[in-house]
């Protein structure tokens, strides 16, 4: 398990987290499952199903409904 950044909004509640697992970073909502992975060496980013939705990190943008 790697380093474990909290997602605010700006009132201080937390919405989300970004985690490293395995050499990737993934996004849940606070006390949710994994919404998206984004893997470095590859340069992509998956939702929860698998599928590539970006080629670039884009996992704060999974957080946004919930700020």
């Not at 997602?7 to 998206?36: C, D, H, S």
């Not at 060496?41 to 199903?49: G, I, S």
Request: a positive charge; charged letters at 25%.
């Amino acid at each position: 398990m790697g380093q474990k950044q909290e997602i605010r909004k700006k009132n201080g509640q937390i919405v989300g987290t970004i985690e490293e697992r395995n050499g990737k970073l993934e996004v849940r909502k606070f006390g949710g499952p994994v919404l998206a992975t984004y893997d470095p060496k590859q340069n992509v980013t998956r939702d929860h199903t698998g599928k590539v939705v970006a080629k670039y990190n884009s996992l704060v943008t999974f957080l946004q409904p919930y700020m």
